[in-house]
């Protein structure tokens, strides 16, 4: 059963204390490992423990993918925008097969999905386009097309995990692709720019709905997504 | 003046018992924009506080090489108050109020996660019937905590004052301005830790622990509900 915790509140700690990895949410303040944010205390069995907080700002960590937009262009990087506390740094040849005379053609204002390489608090976080095991793009790189729908970290975590039913429930409607940042950013692309257009209005309303209440959301969503389009003249130019 | 503030049969001039609270409404997660606010109704004191950061200082040398800036914008609506009076964004005043709720919130948030980073803090006072710094407090703090800014502690405020031989607790609009001394305490309820103290007016040494007595237990009821606000924020169904 999950205990709620409140900044300041002493979470009861597993058997071994030794051994203990306290995950975000969590510190040792006075010898007692403290709340620093209110949310759910969670622990798995490799003996971690953290805190499932709800929040909107994104603080970067090593890892995680996000989505990024670029501001600004400079010789050597891209400053770009994750949502968190400072900007990232993108640099030019963290993209697959870069080099110098080969650079990335990104505009400002471009969207990218890229993985976080540096996040350290004093410094600012830097972002790469590439997995860094392989050398390869692996999904990484500029998002043409669809659009971005901002939502909790929570919503993002979740949509992450194996068998989301939004995901699961959005698919069996209809083909799109998708690309979730841990920023609280997802983007979504579809074929036409109704189905675009409702997958987004479907994942933001999502967010902050029971569990319970997606089955109904996504019959609702079907019977939308079957609704002949007559009148309908956003796909006028394709 | 002081017999007007307590009736013979113990009665302050709205009904209620010297040590008692008015009620007290909280909603959390308002508005979309801002990382983290608050709305705090106590008794007729209607208070708004949006928080936003930890987030870039708006200018490079607004910032601090190892802990995150706290900045705060105190503001009272016009129409707040019985008589409209508007104030200007520099008004003394307010800037006080702002500064002493930023040193409130200095020592218990927890800075140095987040150096050269600024977290704002926008509290709008919407009706003023007495108590706006503790109102706003207790708003910044549950602000704070739907905005996920790691703090070390809740931050709890409560005023009282003395009239009459009693202490009175959570003065309404009246009562301040009926010239007692007002005390406003800003507690850290787990620890018992003072974060502020606030006092304007004069108040005898001996009538002195009596009034900060009954200012912590008003601390603690509303800590208690504020308590259960937040619990409830978060059992709303929020995907994990």
Wanted: charged content about 25%; glycine content about 8%; aromatic content about 4%.
């Amino acid at each position: 059963m999950a205990t709620i915790a409140l900044p300041g509140d002493v979470v009861a700690v597993p058997d071994d204390p030794a051994a203990l990895r306290l995950g975000p949410g969590l510190t040792q303040l006075l010898g007692a490992v403290t709340a620093v944010k209110a949310g759910l205390v969670c622990e798995d069995s490799g003996n971690r423990l953290w805190l499932n907080a709800s929040q909107k700002r994104y603080i970067p960590s090593v890892g995680e993918p996000v989505l990024a937009v670029v501001q600004a262009k400079h010789a050597e990087n891209f400053r770009v925008d994750i949502g968190g506390p400072h900007p990232a740094l993108l640099p030019v040849l963290a993209f697959e097969g870069a080099t110098k005379r080969n650079r990335p053609n990104l505009d400002v204002g471009a969207l990218v999905y890229a993985r976080v390489s540096l996040a350290n608090k004093d410094m600012d976080p830097e972002i790469e386009c590439v997995n860094p095991a392989t050398s390869k793009a692996d999904g990484f790189g500029e998002l043409k097309g669809g659009t971005v729908v901002k939502c909790s970290l929570g919503m993002c975590r979740s949509l992450m995990a194996k068998n989301s039913p939004i995901l699961e429930g959005l698919s069996s409607l209809f083909p799109f692709e998708t690309a979730i940042g841990m920023n609280g950013r997802v983007w979504i692309n579809a074929e036409t720019t109704r189905q675009i257009v409702l997958a987004a209005n479907f994942i933001r309303a999502a967010d902050g709905a029971p569990p319970s209440r997606i089955p109904s959301m996504l019959k609702a969503l079907k019977k939308r997504v079957e609704e002949t389009d007559d009148g309908d003249d956003m796909d006028a130019d394709s | 003046m002081s017999r007007e503030l307590l009736a013979p049969e113990g009665l302050r001039v709205d009904g209620r018992r010297p040590p008692e609270l008015r009620r007290l409404l909280t909603r959390v997660g308002l508005f979309a924009v801002a990382d983290g606010s608050a709305y705090v109704e106590l008794g007729n004191t209607k208070c708004l506080a949006a928080v936003y950061g930890p987030k870039e200082p708006r200018t490079q040398s607004a910032q601090l090489h190892d802990r995150a800036v706290i900045n705060v914008e105190y503001n009272v609506a016009s129409f707040s108050s019985g008589e409209r009076k508007s104030r200007t964004r520099r008004d003394k005043r307010l800037l006080e109020i702002a500064s002493v709720i930023k040193r409130t919130f200095e020592p218990v948030v927890m800075t140095a996660t987040f150096p050269r980073s600024e977290i704002d803090i926008y509290i709008q006072i919407l009706q003023l019937d007495g108590g706006a710094l503790h109102a706003a407090i207790n708003a910044s703090c549950l602000a704070m905590i739907d905005a996920g800014i790691p703090m070390s502690d809740y931050v709890v405020a409560c005023s009282a004052g003395f009239a009459s031989g009693t202490a009175l607790l959570d003065l309404n609009y009246i009562e301040e301005s009926a010239e007692t001394p007002a005390l406003t305490v800003a507690m850290l309820p787990k620890s018992g830790k003072l974060t502020m103290l606030n006092m304007e007016s004069r108040l005898h040494l001996d009538h002195f622990k009596d009034v900060l007595d009954l200012a912590t237990e008003g601390c603690k009821s509303l800590a208690e509900s504020l308590d259960e606000a937040v619990r409830k924020a978060c059992k709303t169904p929020r995907p994990i």
